[in-house]
């Protein structure tokens, strides 16, 4: 990179930072305003967020070598899964959210839990989730890490502390005011950064028509949408996941719709989110199918991307696509994290401390609760190839280990399972987990059934339990 890219990156962090100090100063006077905006977020505003806080770095390394190894798959099973279950959410699942932040005044994803089911069942879940948290956050910073070093040499070590360090002030400043707000300027970076990636690899390709006829001159099997491992029976579980997920399972998603005024809004914003989902990242993947016909057979199609722009693009156009990059990231862990703060400070330290509920509700605390949270992820991810890398990390996991969490939160928005009490909650979560330990440990699964069955007997057993209790009536509908 040349030296106008290191300022064009200077200036995005100058960006990032002067947002949080911003909204410290102008927009943040207690924890409402931190965790929910005070209930104000607009639904344009918040349906941007939803989107970009959905995605990282990741995009460009794990998902671009199998962009690169795999080809049009992983829009199908990603992408097309995630729009889908929006889609489909947007009608009953998303509004619920705003429904219970109007009726219970709640501030965080699992404060509601405690009055619909009980206060273990509302503990667990919120222990596990945080838990979970700190492996897919740390996952996104190795992910950065890996390409600023595919562009600039830099140390992955180094890396991971610079991202996570911009990370860890401008949230711990500014909440989710200047999370959103950063959301909104890292869109318009990543619009004009994968705009301009696309007509470059177009051009390259030798115009339009070239390149809509790239797929016979492909490696076989790129221009399958359901190519081994990722198959049809993986694409439905991930449709799963990714309903379960991306309509608040995924707790910084929740706090998305959590935020809004009214059910209206929500449904608005997550249609907003879908439709985005649906367009974007075929911008984004369309350069890095190309990848194997201009870089056959390299090595690491981890740094693929990074290969791809230094080749192909200008100085000062490098460190616009690696600043877009960086947006990808710092939108999703700057997010989770203000959400995992909700969490600890709503609902574990309260627990933890039951008469200092008050101190321990304070700004003061709200923020180093918040850097702490941040600077442990950092640690993980110093030491992520113990868990697999990167892409280890994301789906061997995360998206794993959230089915059995999310099922008895999501399940529990919904009349229909008024009947599940804490008892099928507890059961659920721990079958989920078992599953989890048997396919990933002691049996040769396929990749679709590691997976899916954790959350296919989470739900089950959800469902089984429920049914069969006779004691204790039905829950009030939330």
């Given at each position: 990179m040349k030296t106008i890219d290191y300022l064009v990156i200077a200036l995005f962090f100058s960006v990032l930072i002067g947002t949080g100090i911003w909204a410290y100063f102008r927009k943040v006077k207690d924890s409402?305003?931190?965790?929910?905006?005070?209930?104000?977020?607009?639904?344009?505003?918040?349906?941007?967020?939803?989107?970009?806080?959905?995605?990282?770095?990741?995009?460009?390394?794990?998902?671009?070598?199998?962009?690169?190894?795999?080809?049009?798959?992983?829009?199908?099973?990603?992408?097309?899964?995630?729009?889908?279950?929006?889609?489909?959410?947007?009608?009953?699942?998303?509004?619920?959210?705003?429904?219970?932040?109007?009726?219970?005044?709640?501030?965080?994803?699992?404060?509601?839990?405690?009055?619909?089911?009980?206060?273990?069942?509302?503990?667990?879940?919120?222990?596990?989730?945080?838990?979970?948290?700190?492996?897919?956050?740390?996952?996104?910073?190795?992910?950065?890490?890996?390409?600023?070093?595919?562009?600039?040499?830099?140390?992955?070590?180094?890396?991971?502390?610079?991202?996570?360090?911009?990370?860890?002030?401008?949230?711990?400043?500014?909440?989710?005011?200047?999370?959103?707000?950063?959301?909104?300027?890292?869109?318009?970076?990543?619009?004009?950064?994968?705009?301009?990636?696309?007509l470059v690899v177009i051009s390259h390709l030798g115009g339009w028509h070239e390149a809509m006829n790239i797929w016979d001159k492909l490696p076989e099997g790129n221009s399958d949408p359901f190519r081994a491992p990722y198959g049809i029976w993986f694409v439905l579980t991930f449709l799963v996941l990714n309903f379960l997920s991306y309509n608040g399972g995924t707790w910084n998603l929740a706090t998305r719709f959590i935020s809004q005024p009214s059910p209206g809004s929500v449904k608005k914003s997550a249609r907003l989110s879908a439709m985005l989902y649906l367009l974007w990242p075929a911008v984004l993947f369309f350069p890095m199918w190309c990848t194997p016909l201009f870089f056959p057979g390299i090595d690491n199609p981890e740094n693929s991307y990074a290969m791809l722009a230094l080749e192909f693009l200008p100085p000062g156009l490098i460190g616009l696509v690696l600043a877009s990059m960086f947006a990808n990231t710092l939108t999703m862990t700057s997010s989770d994290a203000n959400t995992i703060t909700a969490v600890l400070n709503r609902d574990i330290f309260p627990f933890l401390f039951p008469g200092r509920r008050d101190r321990i509700r304070t700004l003061r605390v709200i923020r180093i609760t918040s850097a702490t949270f941040l600077a442990l992820t950092i640690i993980i991810a110093l030491n992520a190839d113990h868990f697999g890398g990167v892409l280890g990390l994301i789906i061997s996991w995360f998206a794993a280990l959230i089915g059995p969490v999310s099922i008895p939160m999501m399940m529990g928005l919904l009349p229909v399972f008024n009947r599940m009490d804490h008892r099928a909650a507890l059961l659920s979560i721990g079958a989920g987990f078992l599953t989890f330990l048997i396919t990933k440990f002691m049996v040769d699964a396929p990749l679709a059934a590691e997976i899916g069955s954790p959350v296919a007997i989470a739900f089950l057993v959800y469902c089984t339990t429920g049914i069969l209790a006779r004691a204790g009536g039905r829950k009030e509908s939330v």
């Amino acid at each position: 990179m040349k030296t106008i890219d290191y300022l064009v990156i200077a200036l995005f962090f100058s960006v990032l930072i002067g947002t949080g100090i911003w909204a410290y100063f102008r927009k943040v006077k207690d924890s409402g305003d931190f965790f929910v905006a005070g209930g104000k977020l607009p639904w344009w505003l918040a349906g941007i967020s939803h989107h970009v806080s959905g995605y990282s770095g990741a995009v460009f390394v794990a998902y671009a070598a199998l962009a690169y190894t795999h080809g049009i798959s992983v829009y199908v099973w990603w992408a097309l899964t995630i729009f889908t279950g929006l889609m489909i959410g947007s009608f009953f699942m998303a509004p619920a959210w705003v429904r219970l932040r109007i009726k219970y005044n709640i501030q965080s994803p699992t404060e509601y839990l405690l009055k619909r089911y009980n206060r273990s069942t509302q503990q667990l879940i919120a222990w596990s989730g945080v838990i979970l948290k700190l492996f897919d956050i740390a996952a996104k910073w190795a992910a950065i890490a890996i390409l600023l070093n595919g562009f600039t040499g830099l140390p992955v070590v180094a890396g991971i502390l610079l991202a996570g360090g911009i990370s860890l002030v401008y949230i711990s400043l500014g909440g989710i005011w200047a999370d959103v707000w950063n959301d909104l300027f890292q869109f318009v970076i990543q619009l004009v950064a994968g705009i301009t990636m696309l007509l470059v690899v177009i051009s390259h390709l030798g115009g339009w028509h070239e390149a809509m006829n790239i797929w016979d001159k492909l490696p076989e099997g790129n221009s399958d949408p359901f190519r081994a491992p990722y198959g049809i029976w993986f694409v439905l579980t991930f449709l799963v996941l990714n309903f379960l997920s991306y309509n608040g399972g995924t707790w910084n998603l929740a706090t998305r719709f959590i935020s809004q005024p009214s059910p209206g809004s929500v449904k608005k914003s997550a249609r907003l989110s879908a439709m985005l989902y649906l367009l974007w990242p075929a911008v984004l993947f369309f350069p890095m199918w190309c990848t194997p016909l201009f870089f056959p057979g390299i090595d690491n199609p981890e740094n693929s991307y990074a290969m791809l722009a230094l080749e192909f693009l200008p100085p000062g156009l490098i460190g616009l696509v690696l600043a877009s990059m960086f947006a990808n990231t710092l939108t999703m862990t700057s997010s989770d994290a203000n959400t995992i703060t909700a969490v600890l400070n709503r609902d574990i330290f309260p627990f933890l401390f039951p008469g200092r509920r008050d101190r321990i509700r304070t700004l003061r605390v709200i923020r180093i609760t918040s850097a702490t949270f941040l600077a442990l992820t950092i640690i993980i991810a110093l030491n992520a190839d113990h868990f697999g890398g990167v892409l280890g990390l994301i789906i061997s996991w995360f998206a794993a280990l959230i089915g059995p969490v999310s099922i008895p939160m999501m399940m529990g928005l919904l009349p229909v399972f008024n009947r599940m009490d804490h008892r099928a909650a507890l059961l659920s979560i721990g079958a989920g987990f078992l599953t989890f330990l048997i396919t990933k440990f002691m049996v040769d699964a396929p990749l679709a059934a590691e997976i899916g069955s954790p959350v296919a007997i989470a739900f089950l057993v959800y469902c089984t339990t429920g049914i069969l209790a006779r004691a204790g009536g039905r829950k009030e509908s939330v």
